[in-house]
């Protein structure tokens, strides 16, 4: 079985400031790794994903995650941030073939100017 | 467009009533979920459908049914059984059942009790 820990529940940011939101999971077998965003009232949308391969996977809106095995860890970064990044940013873990996802329990990230 | 619905947007429900949120996808997806989501817990798995006329328990089933008559349509129930019912419901979708596949999700129902 898998599991995800989100140590943050809250991270306050001024805007154009870095940010880094922590993920470690476990897992006893080759896992794929999410990063979803879901903003106020609304459904969770797909920010990245690691499947395999290259270890450092990116999103279109400036999101970068690194999968890092040895600290079973998947922590989501942007250098530089928006008011409008402002949401909750779920990470998630499923195991290879048919099994489900596994969701931490969020991190609310909240831009200020 | 392609999607996932969700109806109603809010629904109450009294003491003893059974309800039943609606979530239909024409995303021509064959897996589809339904998830509960409590503030500070993320999201807890409810049930899941691989195909249709199939379905298995997630991790908090009690209290909740589902059918999956057709493709596109996965309604879940909340049943007089579910004590502790107030919370958001969000179903979502992937094109098979490869966990590698992303998943989609419609915009949600928030359940109140009266």
């Known amino acids: 079985a898998q599991s995800v820990t989100q140590l943050d529940s809250q991270v306050p940011v001024f805007e154009e400031a870095p940010v880094e939101l922590r993920c470690n999971y476990s897992?006893?077998?080759?896992?794929?790794l999410f990063w979803y965003v879901q903003y106020p009232n609304q459904g969770l949308q797909l920010l990245l994903k690691?499947?395999?391969?290259?270890?450092l996977v990116k999103s279109i809106n400036g999101f970068e995650a690194e999968f890092n095995k040895s600290q079973t860890s998947f922590h989501l970064r942007k250098p530089s941030v928006h008011i409008s990044d402002t949401a909750e940013y779920f990470c998630?873990?499923?195991?290879?073939?048919?099994?489900?996802?596994?969701f931490g329990t969020g991190t609310r990230l909240l831009v200020s100017p | 467009d392609g999607g996932i619905t969700q109806s109603p947007k809010y629904l109450f429900r009294k003491e003893g009533q059974n309800v039943t949120l609606s979530c239909e996808q024409n995303?021509?997806?064959?897996?589809m979920y339904w998830y509960r989501q409590d503030p500070g817990q993320g999201l807890r798995l409810i049930y899941y459908?691989?195909?249709?006329?199939?379905?298995q328990k997630g991790d908090i089933a009690e209290g909740y049914s589902v059918s999956r008559e057709k493709k596109e349509s996965f309604p879940l129930t909340v049943t007089s059984a579910q004590k502790n019912p107030t919370a958001f419901y969000l179903c979502?979708?992937?094109?098979?059942?490869?966990?590698?596949?992303?998943?989609?999700f419609g915009p949600g129902t928030r359940l109140l009790v009266l």
């Open positions: 998630a873990v499923s195991g290879t073939g048919f099994q489900k996802l596994v």
């Open positions: 979502a979708s992937t094109k098979d059942r490869d966990s590698q596949e992303t998943q989609y």
């Open positions: 897992s006893s077998v080759s896992v794929y």
């Open positions: 995303l021509n997806h064959d897996a």
């Open positions: 459908s691989q195909i249709v006329n199939d379905f």
């Open positions: 690691y499947l395999s391969g290259s270890t």
